[in-house]
């Protein structure tokens, strides 16, 4: 079985600011893990993926997240945080070998993050 | 929202009531997925289809029911065994394993 936790449910930073959101995982055997932002009754969209390779990814608006395989951690981060980037933040797993799972990926239970000015 | 559209945007039902959530994408893509969101309780996952002509039961399957005639649609009903229905649900689809991209939701409430 596969899982995610996103050990906060909140999280305040200050416009400009560093920012951080936590994801830990469990799955058998390689991860390919996900971050998704969800604005107020809108659906998830796509921020950054990682598959292989190097343990920083990039992605949308600025923001990066770190692989950690040894933790088994995935968290987002931002160096300077704003005011705009305030949304439900997700992240997501599924094992990256398919067979037998296909492609179902499991959530986390979401992070709001509130950037004040 | 990428190329999915979700109708309606707002649905009410009354009890008893079957309703149909509407589910259209022009990606191209082979998979779909159908999701219920609830208040601190992230993504669940109702239903999938891999391809056309075939789906599999997500976590919470029970009350609810799919069809996937065409590649591009997968709508999803919400019966009557569905004992709390009031939820929003979002669709989604992806190419193979790759990321999913979702639709804006349709928020459900029962009267």
């Known amino acids: 079985a596969q899982s995610v936790a996103q050990p906060e449910d909140q999280v305040n930073v200050a416009e400009g600011n560093p920012l951080t959101v936590k994801c830990t995982y469990s799955?058998?055997?390689?991860?390919?893990l996900f971050w998704y932002v969800q604005y107020p009754n809108r659906g998830l969209q796509f921020l950054l993926k990682?598959?292989?390779?190097?343990?920083l990814v990039k992605g949308s608006y600025g923001f990066e997240a770190e692989f950690n395989k040894s933790q088994t951690s995935f968290h987002l981060k931002k160096p300077s945080a704003l005011v705009s980037d305030s949304a439900l933040y997700f992240c997501?797993?599924?094992?990256?070998?398919?067979?037998?799972?296909?492609?179902?990926?499991?959530f986390g239970t979401g992070t709001q993050l509130k950037v004040e000015l | 929202d990428g190329g999915i559209t979700q109708s309606p945007k707002y649905l009410f039902r009354k009890e008893g009531q079957n309703v149909t959530l509407s589910c259209e994408q022009n990606?191209?893509?082979?998979?779909m997925y159908w999701y219920r969101q609830d208040p601190g309780q992230g993504l669940r996952l109702i239903y999938y289809?891999?391809?056309?002509?075939?789906?599999q039961k997500g976590d919470i399957a029970e009350g609810y029911s799919v069809s996937r005639e065409k590649k591009e649609s997968f709508p999803l009903t919400v019966t009557s065994a569905q004992k709390n229905p009031t939820a929003f649900y979002l669709c989604?689809?992806?190419?193979?394993?790759?990321?999913?991209?979702f639709g804006p939701g349709t928020r459900l409430t029962v009267l």
């Open positions: 990682y598959i292989t390779g190097d343990n």
């Open positions: 997501a797993v599924r094992a990256l070998d398919l067979t037998g799972g296909g492609n179902k990926l499991t």
């Open positions: 990606l191209n893509h082979d998979a």
């Open positions: 989604a689809s992806s190419q193979a394993g790759d990321e999913q991209f």
């Open positions: 799955v058998s055997g390689n991860p390919y």
């Open positions: 289809s891999q391809i056309v002509n075939d789906f």
